[in-house]
């Protein structure tokens, strides 16, 4: 058997090892510590958002960002529906109800123009959502000029998912900064990881001052234990934190090494027929945490799952586009706007191995079984 070839493994550098070593010899293993508040001073300097909290995980930066924002039993929140079911779960944790709106093709996330007429229609009803969830899926920034203009228009809030974009721009500016709030995930399959961990960062420092107020049991100011309102125990290691400092310092030369794999795949590859690439929007720069294509079984003559079978056998890890949510068995029933896009791309999308510690004789290996499935011209 080859050796395995994973979709997206953690990369460690050395830096990594140097901040859990000097946690332990300080005795910082602790929700609590210096390389927590060192993470979220150097994560705002590098992302220009003003203020940042490590949390636990993604979700749990998801589930404070709905719950600041408010969003209550009766409530409906708008979500894209091409993303991880992490985008919406939060939503169902405050007793909401989820409406899913379909992508546009240019950039695979949330389509503006259908968020435009899903706002105007709820605002005729007299029903505006009480929040947007708008996910940056694959590495890439939604249209933010043009979501940000439809949400401000009715004055609906939005919470940035930026779980799957870390270090990714749109305008020269990081992608978690366009929302009221953002949130990044530091999940070990993630391009920048703790192992597990996650992040919510806003531009709004009393917001962030509230969420670690939730984060931490919601205890309030006094020398016993006071509670007057729910909380959550969804704090940061200070060991992991030191992990996303290592991380953070060398993300730079990941997202590099991801857009070089991309590249290599399109060089590779993009000659055959039916194959298309993840489109990246002119106005940003996508971090190709995975390298994402299409095979369209008209034109190519074969499908996107023979090409899996094909990777699998080879024991190369490869994965379909996400499920889209509103066809989830979970989400059965909910309403969505659109659909067609998420559903296409499902049904024709694959992800590549995208690790940043690939060699090039890996890229090589992945892409001469792609090949090898299409038919001989
Ligand atoms: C990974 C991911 C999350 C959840 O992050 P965790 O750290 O795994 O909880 C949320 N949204 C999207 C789009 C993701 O890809």
Not at 13 to 36: C, D, F, I, K, Q
């Amino acid at each position: 058997m080859k050796p395995r070839i994973f979709l997206s493994p953690p990369h460690l550098g050395t830096e990594e090892r140097r901040h859990v070593e000097s946690a332990l010899a300080t005795n910082w293993v602790a929700p609590a510590g210096p390389h927590l508040a060192a993470l979220e001073a150097e994560m705002s300097a590098v992302s220009g958002v003003k203020s940042a909290l490590c949390v636990s995980s993604g979700t749990a930066a998801l589930h404070l960002a709905v719950r600041l924002l408010g969003v209550s039993p009766g409530d409906e929140v708008f979500c894209s529906t091409f993303t991880f079911v992490a985008s919406a779960n939060p939503i169902v944790y405050q007793g909401a109800t989820p409406v899913f709106i379909d992508a546009e093709l240019r950039s695979w996330n949330m389509d503006p123009a259908l968020l435009a007429a899903a706002l105007a229609e709820r605002a005729r009803q007299g029903r505006l959502p009480r929040a947007i969830i708008v996910a940056d899926i694959y590495g890439q920034c939604a249209a933010w000029d043009e979501i940000q203009r439809v949400a401000d228009l009715h004055g609906v809030p939005v919470i940035e998912d930026a779980a799957e974009a870390v270090g990714a721009t749109y305008r020269g500016r990081w992608a978690g900064g366009f929302g009221a709030v953002g949130i990044y995930s530091f999940n070990g399959n993630k391009i920048m990881t703790t192992s597990g961990g996650g992040m919510l960062v806003s531009a709004d420092t009393a917001l962030i001052d509230r969420a670690h107020k939730l984060a931490t049991q919601a205890r309030d100011a006094a020398p016993h234990y006071e509670h007057s309102e729910l909380g959550y125990n969804y704090r940061l290691s200070n060991v992991l934190a030191g992990i996303g400092r290592g991380q953070l310092s060398s993300l730079p030369q990941r997202i590099d090494r991801r857009r070089q794999i991309f590249d290599h795949y399109r060089s590779a590859l993009g000659d055959l027929p039916g194959v298309g690439f993840m489109p990246e929007l002119p106005e940003g720069r996508c971090t190709r945490w995975l390298t994402c294509l299409t095979v369209d079984p008209a034109a190519a003559g074969i499908n996107r799952d023979d090409v899996l079978a094909a990777l699998a056998a080879d024991n190369i890890e490869a994965r379909p586009l996400w499920k889209p949510l509103h066809q989830q068995p979970l989400y059965r029933g909910s309403a969505c706007f659109g659909g067609e896009v998420a559903d296409r791309l499902f049904a024709q999308g694959l992800c590549l191995p995208s690790g940043s510690a690939m060699t090039d004789d890996d890229l090589q290996r992945v892409a001469d079984v792609v090949r090898g499935v299409f038919p001989r011209p």
